[in-house]
């Protein structure tokens, strides 16, 4: 009967414990994914920063040169001045394959001929 409470106290003690370590563990758990998702839009952040250079570099120079506003008006809207001509060259397509005159005949697993 003396043990009772002593074998009471230190099962409880041991579900306490467990249950403070998974709460622990979730814990670490969360932070270890929130790092992983900082470290993510981080590099993402630094992938945006250079496109947005680029793209204000770009935006620079139509305002301010004449050759950039043709250049991306040939390259991107495909735009020609009058008087030139568009040459499209064609990629051979290769031949189709011969198709061949006899279909082969399948050869049958049982017979029932005698």
């Known amino acids: 009967m003396r043990r009772l409470p002593l074998v009471l106290a230190c099962v409880v003690a041991v579900v306490a414990l467990g249950l403070l370590s998974s709460i622990v563990t979730q814990?670490?758990?969360d932070m270890a994914r929130a790092e992983d998702e900082r470290r993510?839009?981080?590099a993402e952040k630094a992938r945006l920063?250079?496109?947005i250079e680029r793209l204000e570099r770009t935006?620079?120079?139509l305002a301010s040169d004449?050759?950039?506003v043709e250049s991306m008006a040939r390259l991107e809207l495909r735009y020609i001045r009058p008087g030139e001509r568009v040459v499209i060259l064609a990629t051979p397509t290769p031949a189709p394959l011969?198709?061949?005159?006899t279909e082969p005949t399948p050869t049958p697993i049982l017979s029932l001929a005698r």
């Open 27 to 29: 814990g670490f758990e």
């Open 40 to 42: 993510r839009l981080e």
């Open 49 to 51: 920063d250079i496109e």
């Open 59 to 61: 935006l620079a120079a």
């Open 66 to 68: 004449p050759a950039a």
């Open 98 to 101: 011969p198709i061949l005159g």
